[in-house]
C-alpha cells in the first residue's frame, strides 16, 4: 500500500475469467465515445450526440453480455459485482425509474431519456453494467494500464480537437466535436482516478503527461465552473493523503462524513446562490440557470402528491420550460434572450432534475450515487474518492454529462469500489445459475435493440434534414420518434421555417412551398396529439407569419385555404395553460379585423384561469375600448401594465397616449 499516493497496487483479479473482447469493446470502445461527435459520424437531429448514445446502447449491451457469459461460467460472480453502493445505486435508481415509467406521461421517452443526451431510466441501468464489468477490468493490472493509456491517448486527442474547434470560433470552419465544450470537462476527474490507481513511484514521467492532459482538457472546456471543480477535487485529494500518511490508524469516519458533506454541498451550492445571492446573476450564465431555475420550480410546485414521489419521467425538462417560460421573468419579445434561440434540455442541477423526473425516490438515489464514493472507498482509495465525487458534485451542481464520459467515470467507480469480491463460495440452485445469466442475456439483446432503434430513427431524421434543407425526397417524412415526443421534428421544422425569402427565384420558391406544406401536413396530424408545446408553437409561429405579420405570405399557397390556427392555439394553452403569451398573435388579428366575440371568448378563457392574466386583460381593455366602454377599458389595460404586459408585447403607442391621457 502507499498512503502517500492515496491508492495501492491494484490487486490481481479474484475471478479466472479472463477479459474477452466482449468486455473490450464495451471499455475500449467506450473510451472512444468522444469521437464519434466528429463529422463522418453525423447522425438525427442533435448529430454530435445522438451518435453517443447509439454507442453508448451498444457498450452497455456488450457488457451486460460478458456478465451473462461470466455468470454462467463461475455462478455468483455477477452478483457479487453488483454488490456495492458505487454499483447498486445507479442500478436500483435505473430500475426505480423503468418500474414506474407507465405512471409517467411519456414512458418510452422516461426510459430512453432527453434525445439531446440519453439520461433516462437505461443511462442509470448502463451505468451499473459497465461499471460491474469495471469492476473487474480495473482490478486486473495489464487491463488497468491498456484502459489507462487508452483514457489518457483519448483525453489527449479530445483536448486538442477542443482546442481546434477553439481556434476556428468564428470562422466560417465547421467545429469537430461538441460545440459546448464544457460537456468534455467529465472526462477529466475519472482520467485523474485512473492515473493515480497505480503506485506513482518512479514514475514522474507519467504523471507529468498525465496532468499536462488533465489541464489541456480544463482550458479547452473553458468553463470557471470545471477549472474549480478539478482544482477543488486535486486539493481535496492532497489533503487526504497527506492526513492517511500522518495519521495512518485514525478513524476514517469522520473524514468520510466530511468529504460526502462537500460534495453535497457542490451540488446545492449553486441552486442557493442563484436564489439568495443576486448579486452572482450580474453573470449571464448563471441568470440563464437562475431563470432555469425559476421555471422549474414552478413546473415542480404545480405537481400532484404523486408526482413529488414518483416525478414526471425522464427527458421531459424542455417541455417544462415551455410549458412554465412566463415563469422566467424575461422580456420574451425582443430576442435579447439566448434561451429562447437556444435548446435547453437539462435543469443544469443534478438533483433539481432527479427531484422533477423521478421525484423525491429518485433524488435521494441519485444523491446516494453523489456521495457513495468517499462514504464507500476502501480506506486507501478514500483520497481519491474524496477529490472525484467534490469535483464530480460541482460539475453536476451547474452542468449535465452527455454520454461521452458515462464509460470513463464507470471505470473510475469500479477502481473506487474496491477489489470485487469473490463469488460465494455455496453453488446456487441450477435454477438460480440460469436466471441471473438470462436475465443479463436478455438485457445485452434488449439494448442492442434499442441502440439498433435510435440509430435507425437517428437516420431517418438526417435524411428528413436533408428533405427540409434542399426539398429532395424523404420517406417517411412525419417521423415518430422512439420516445413518443415530436422535439425533433419541432426542432427541424422551426429551424426550417426560417430559411430566407425565396419569392425572387421561381425555382427556390416551388421547392420551399413543397417543403412548408410537407411541414403544414405533418403539423396538422401531429398537433392535435402531440405531448410537445415546442410542436405546437411551431405552427402558431408559421400561421402568424403567414396570416399575421406576413413575414412568410409566400407561403400562403401551401395552407391550401385551411386555418387552424384557433385549434392549434387551443392545443397550446391546452398543453401549457399559462402559456397566454402564444395568443397574442390571434387575439390581435381577431380584434383588429372586428371580430370581437371570437376574441371576447378567448380573452374569457385567459381570465377564468387566472384573473389578472395581462394579455386577457390587455385584450379586454381593447374590446371594452371598442365597445365604447372607455372608463373600463382604461382600468383593463393599466392592469395589464401593471401586471407584466410589456414582459410579452410592446405597449402599442395609442395604447400608451390613452393611458397617458386618462
Same mark, same amino acid.
Given at each position: ?48 450526440? =445522438? ?44 430500475? $426505480? ?42 482490478? #486486473?493490472? %495489464? ?44 472526462? !477529466? ?8 490507481? &497505480? ?22 472546456? &473553458? ?21 492517511? &500518511? ?12 466530511? +468529504? ?15 436564489? $439568495?445571492?443576486?448579486?452572482? &446573476?450580474?453573470? *449571464?450564465?448563471? @441568470? ?8 422549474? /420550480? ?46 435547453? $434540455? #437539462?435543469? #443544469?442541477?443534478?438533483?433539481?432534475? !432527479? ?17 457513495? %464514493? ?17 469535483? #464530480? ?18 471505470? !473510475? ?5 474496491? %477489489? ?64 413518443? @415526443? ?9 429551424? *426550417? ?22 411541414? $403544414? ?33 409566400? !407561403? +400562403? ?16 394553452? /391546452?398543453?401549457? %395553460? ?18 370581437? =366575440? ?5 380573452? @374569457? ?51 400608451? =397616449?390613452?393611458? =397617458?391621457?386618462?
Amino acid at each position: 500500500m502507499n498512503p502517500a499516493a492515496g491508492s495501492p497496487p491494484p490487486s490481481p483479479s479474484p475471478s479466472p475469467l479472463p477479459l474477452s473482447a466482449l468486455a473490450w469493446g464495451a471499455l475500449g470502445g467506450g473510451l472512444l465515445l468522444p469521437f464519434l461527435s466528429l463529422p463522418w459520424f453525423a447522425l438525427g437531429r442533435w448529430d454530435k450526440a =445522438e451518435p453517443l448514445i447509439v454507442a453508448l446502447h451498444g457498450a452497455a449491451a456488450l457488457a451486460a453480455l460478458w456478465l451473462a457469459l461470466a455468470e454462467r461460467r463461475t455462478p455468483g460472480l455477477a452478483l457479487a459485482l453488483f454488490r456495492h453502493p458505487l454499483t447498486l445505486l445507479p442500478l436500483l435508481l435505473g430500475l $426505480f425509474s423503468a418500474l414506474t415509467a407507465p405512471w409517467t406521461p411519456l414512458p418510452r421517452l422516461t426510459l430512453l431519456g432527453a434525445p439531446q443526451s440519453g439520461t433516462g431510466a437505461l443511462w442509470f441501468l448502463e451505468l451499473a453494467l459497465l461499471t460491474a464489468l469495471g469492476r473487474m477490468a480495473v482490478h #486486473h493490472p %495489464p487491463t488497468l494500464h491498456r484502459l489507462t493509456v487508452l483514457a489518457m491517448a483519448a483525453g489527449g486527442a479530445t483536448a486538442l480537437l477542443k482546442g481546434w474547434d477553439w481556434a476556428v470560433e468564428g470562422t466560417e470552419r465547421p467545429h469537430l466535436l461538441i460545440w459546448v465544450a464544457a460537456y468534455y470537462a467529465w472526462l !477529466a476527474p475519472p482520467l485523474a482516478v485512473l492515473l493515480l490507481a &497505480r503506485d506513482p513511484r518512479g514514475r514522474r514521467g507519467w504523471l507529468l503527461l498525465g496532468g499536462g492532459i488533465l489541464l489541456a482538457l480544463a482550458a479547452t472546456s &473553458r468553463s470557471l465552473t470545471a477549472g474549480a471543480a478539478l482544482l477543488g477535487g486535486a486539493a481535496l485529494w492532497g489533503g487526504m493523503t497527506l492526513w492517511i &500518511r500522518r495519521a495512518p490508524a485514525a478513524n476514517a469516519a469522520p473524514a468520510r462524513i466530511a +468529504a460526502a458533506l462537500l460534495a453535497l454541498t457542490a451540488v446545492v451550492a449553486p441552486l442557493l446562490l442563484e436564489e $439568495f445571492v443576486p448579486p452572482v &446573476r450580474a453573470v *449571464a450564465s448563471i @441568470d440563464d440557470r437562475y431563470r432555469l431555475l425559476r421555471m422549474l /420550480t414552478e413546473a415542480i410546485a404545480q405537481g400532484d402528491g404523486l408526482q413529488w414521489l414518483l416525478g414526471v419521467g425522464w427527458g421531459r425538462i424542455g417541455d417544462a420550460y415551455q410549458i412554465h417560460l412566463q415563469a422566467s421573468g424575461m422580456t420574451l419579445w425582443d430576442g435579447r434572450w439566448i434561451f429562447l434561440q437556444s435548446d435547453y $434540455f #437539462h435543469a #443544469h442541477n443534478a438533483l433539481l432534475e !432527479a427531484f422533477h423526473a423521478a421525484g423525491a425516490v429518485g433524488t435521494l438515489l441519485l444523491l446516494g450515487m453523489i456521495v457513495a %464514493p468517499p462514504l464507500f472507498a476502501p480506506r486507501e482509495r478514500l483520497p481519491l474518492a474524496a477529490g472525484f465525487a467534490l469535483a #464530480h458534485g460541482a460539475l453536476a451542481g451547474m452542468w449535465f454529462p452527455l454520454a461521452l464520459s458515462l464509460p470513463i467515470t464507470a471505470l !473510475a467507480l469500479g477502481y473506487l469500489s474496491g %477489489p470485487p469480491p469473490q463469488p460465494a463460495p455455496v453453488a446456487p440452485k441450477p435454477s438460480r445459475r440460469w436466471a441471473l445469466s438470462a436475465l443479463l442475456g436478455l438485457a445485452a439483446l434488449g439494448l442492442a435493440g434499442v441502440g439498433g432503434v435510435m440509430g435507425h430513427h437517428g437516420l431517418a431524421l438526417s435524411d428528413l434534414a436533408r428533405h427540409l434543407e434542399t426539398g429532395t425526397p424523404a420517406a417517411p417524412l412525419c417521423l415518430d420518434a422512439p420516445g413518443g @415526443d415530436d422535439l425533433a421534428l419541432a426542432q427541424l421544422f422551426r429551424n *426550417a421555417l426560417l430559411a430566407p425569402d425565396p419569392s425572387s427565384q421561381p425555382e427556390a420558391l416551388a421547392r420551399r412551398l413543397a417543403v412548408v406544406g410537407d411541414i $403544414f401536413q405533418c403539423l396538422e396530424r401531429k398537433i392535435p396529439r402531440t405531448p410537445t408545446p415546442l410542436l405546437v408553437i411551431v405552427g402558431l409561429n408559421l400561421m402568424e407569419r403567414i396570416q399575421f405579420t406576413g413575414e412568410q405570405a409566400w !407561403a +400562403a399557397p401551401a395552407l391550401a385555404g385551411r386555418d387552424p390556427w384557433a385549434a392549434w392555439l387551443d392545443r397550446a394553452l /391546452t398543453l401549457a %395553460p399559462g402559456r397566454s403569451d402564444l395568443a397574442l398573435p390571434f387575439l390581435t388579428r381577431e380584434a383588429v379585423a372586428g371580430r370581437s =366575440e371570437t376574441a371576447r371568448r378567448w380573452v @374569457d378563457r385567459l381570465l377564468a384561469r387566472h384573473g389578472g392574466d395581462p394579455v386577457g386583460l390587455y385584450f379586454l381593455g381593447i374590446l371594452q375600448l371598442q365597445a365604447g366602454e372607455r372608463a373600463e377599458g382604461v382600468a383593463s389595460l393599466r392592469r395589464a401594465v401593471a401586471n407584466g404586459l410589456e414582459r410579452f408585447m410592446p405597449l402599442d403607442q395609442k395604447v400608451r =397616449e390613452i393611458l =397617458e391621457r386618462s
